[in-house]
């Protein structure tokens, strides 16, 4: 069973900027080999992808976040990350890890993020 730990989020005014890290206990081995995403659930909405990074490097964004947002991981510490700059009031939700290996998908608890006008 894998499991994630996000932390990072917190409270942060519009244009600032947070990390949000993601550790996941799997050995560097498997972590090369999973692909890992952001995801967020804002009151009312539905999840939605945030970012994608797959096992050769290759990511992807929402065009919501595209040029604000950059994911990245270290294999060394099995950790994921999402750079968040120039956050945005609707930038604000909860933010989920996720990983994906095999046909199976695994979660985080979330963190919340919220951005003040």
């Known amino acids: 069973q894998v499991q994630l730990v996000e932390s990072g989020g917190g409270l942060v005014q519009a244009g600032g900027s947070l990390r949000l890290s993601c550790v996941a206990s799997?050995?560097?081995?498997?972590?090369?080999?999973?692909?890992w995403g952001w995801y967020r659930q804002a009151p009312g909405k539905q999840r939605e992808v945030v970012a994608r990074?797959?096992?050769?490097?290759?990511?992807e964004y929402a065009d919501s976040v595209k040029g604000r947002f950059t994911i990245s991981r270290d294999s060394a510490k099995t950790t994921v990350y999402l750079q968040m700059n120039s956050l945005k009031p609707e930038d604000t939700a909860i933010y989920y890890c996720?990983?994906?290996?095999?046909?199976?998908?695994?979660w985080g608890q979330g963190t919340q993020v919220t951005v003040s006008s």
């Open positions: 799997v050995s560097r081995f498997s972590f090369n080999f999973m692909e």
């Open positions: 990074i797959r096992p050769g490097g290759t990511t």
């Open positions: 996720a990983a994906f290996a095999g046909g199976d998908d695994y």
